[in-house]
């Protein structure tokens, strides 16, 4: 391993090559200014990441005349790229997370050569930790020709399979910079019906793994109050302090990545309590299948009436990924008691479409079929699909449609 500046890291880089990114709330800022400043060298680069929650900075100065970048989970900060349709620039690779690692890999249909990483400063001068942020990442590394990594002093030191030991990275830097932090959205008014209507389907005892956003956010609050409550996650939110404080630390907590605020990532430093682990680990379907009683909370931009859902394009706009929601209604359809949740406001943001629509566009997107789909919650109820036939599924679905919509849906289902 060699202590360099970043543009010493970037110029390692081969032309014609795949570099993967930190994603999640881990980032590289360094590493971005010294790739922007050489970019143009490429004849051709393909950066690759899934979701971040930083501000794609390696996006802001423009992706050079031979750079494009390939993602296989989008966000809304990229929307505008997405918009303009042009494949020279970016590039959605539809993957379900359980088969990140398959699919990007030395043995992948995706091989990068380069894997860029945000971790601790080395620990005991043998290893360092990718903190909150492991995700897919640990194997990326295990996989790359080359691997660069950021030591950043703020990166907390986390427990479980999450280190990489000093003579895996090719080039590192340090670097004193914050870590993104994430912050829960703000409540809808329909937010708290939801949340009553999720915890009513969570038994004692159970395993559960949440989605991101204003309502899994909520729920996270509230699961101290079930006893018994474990954790398996790819991602856990800052509500996880509270629930860990509420549990008295006795809880079993199985995660892929963290997101919060400053306080939070303190609070997860050196925390023995947090076990983290790879994508390949926590999305592991058979793996999550065994756990008893394991109950998936995650959201949809729209579910139709036959119960398939759509968690990532608005018309034909990707804005999110596949995504880890199928894993894990696979899982739970296979756990003994286990149960799987799409809960979500029965309208848009701007209350003029239904949530809940009668049938999906041609060439619209499925990211779940029809057939894993089990609960469906809106403030309006709780509709149960699984075992029912296609009329049933329609009822049910209409009776927690928002009113304003709901004798539309039934016109259409006639």
């Known amino acids: 391993m060699k202590i360099v500046e970043p543009r010493i890291a970037v110029d390692a880089i081969p032309d014609h090559s795949i570099a993967i990114v930190p994603g999640g709330c881990a980032s590289a800022k360094a590493f971005y200014t010294a790739l922007m400043d050489s970019v143009e060298r490429f004849d051709a680069l393909t950066l690759c990441c899934g979701f971040s929650f930083g501000d794609y900075p390696f996006l802001q100065r423009g992706l050079g005349e031979h750079t494009r970048y390939l993602t296989w989970q989008a966000s809304p900060r990229v929307r505008s790229l997405f918009k303009e349709n042009d494949p020279k620039k970016i590039a959605y690779v539809p993957i379900r997370l359980a088969d990140v690692h398959r699919v990007i890999g030395a043995s992948g249909e995706i091989r990068p050569h380069t894997v860029v990483v945000q971790t601790s400063v080395p620990q005991d001068g043998k290893e360092v930790s990718l903190g909150i942020s492991v995700g897919p990442y640990l194997d990326f590394v295990r ?8 030591f950043n002093v703020n990166m ?5 399979d999450c280190r990489i030991p000093l003579d895996a990275i090719d080039y ?3 670097a004193d910079t914050p870590i993104i932090e994430y912050r829960t959205p703000p409540a809808q008014e329909s937010d708290l019906s939801i949340v009553d209507h999720v915890m009513s389907l969570i038994p004692d005892g159970a395993w559960v793994q949440l989605g991101i956003g204003s309502v899994p956010d909520r729920i996270m609050l509230q699961l101290k109050h079930v006893p018994g409550i474990k954790l398996w996650s790819g991602l856990l939110t800052g509500g996880l302090q509270d629930f860990i404080e509420g549990s008295a630390g006795q809880a079993e907590i199985v995660a892929g990545e963290l997101a919060g605020d400053r306080s939070f990532y303190e609070f997860c430093n050196d925390h023995r309590g947090i076990r983290m682990a790879p994508t390949s680990v926590t999305h592991d379907v058979s793996r999550v299948a065994a756990l008893p009683n394991f109950v998936s909370i995650n959201s949809a931009l729209e579910v139709d009436l036959q119960g398939q859902t759509n968690g990532e394009a608005i018309g034909a706009v990707q804005i999110s990924g596949v995504g880890g929601a199928l894993d894990y209604m696979e899982a739970a359809a296979l756990s003994p008691g286990g149960v799987s949740v799409t809960a979500m406001p029965s ?15 041609a060439g619209g997107v499925v990211t779940a079929p029809r057939y894993c789909t089990d609960y469906v919650v809106t403030e309006y109820g709780i509709a149960r699909l699984r075992g029912r036939d296609l009329h049933q599924r329609a009822e049910a679905l209409i009776a927690i449609a928002h009113p304003e919509f709901r004798d539309e849906l039934a016109e259409a289902w006639r």
């Open 172 to 174: 590192a830097y340090e």
């Open 143 to 150: 996989s790359a020709k080359l691997v660069i990594a950021e």
């Open 347 to 361: 309208v848009t943001a701007d209350g003029k479409r239904s949530k809940i629509v009668a049938r999906f566009p």
């Open 156 to 160: 907390p030191v986390t427990h479980g």
